[in-house]
């Protein structure tokens, strides 16, 4: 069983800072990619940033520049540290992770997201 669970969310006037954080545990044999996903009301869940195991990271052009993801191997857990933060960001964000966990075969597993409000 593998659980990821997420901490970090709130809410912050338009241009403040936020810093995710979402840890994996449970029979974890290899964490391949993490990153994240929001969604905002109404709206599908889009992606935001991925970070391979070895640190190589990708993000959605709305982010570049504001947002930088990151992550500890050996702890399992992957971060988001969010600036600039604009009223267009407030969505609900889902960590997730390409886990290959002991009896099981290789799969995304997701956590159960933490809310990000930005407001004034």
């Known amino acids: 069983q593998v659980q990821l669970v997420e901490s970090g969310g709130g809410l912050v006037q338009p241009g403040g800072s936020l810093r995710l954080s979402c840890v994996a545990s449970g029979r974890i044999v290899i964490t391949n990619s993490m990153g994240w996903y929001r969604q905002a009301p109404g709206k599908p869940r889009d992606l935001v940033a991925t970070?391979?195991?070895?640190?190589?990271?990708n993000y959605v052009d709305a982010v570049k520049g504001r947002f930088t993801v990151s992550r500890d191997n050996a702890k399992n857990t992957v971060y988001l540290q969010m600036s600039s933060l604009e009223l267009e960001d407030t969505a609900d964000y889902y960590c997730y992770a390409d886990i290959m966990a002991g009896g099981t075969s290789q799969r995304n597993y997701w956590g159960q997201g933490t809310q990000v409000t930005v407001s004034s």
């Open positions: 970070i391979t195991r070895n640190g190589i990271t």
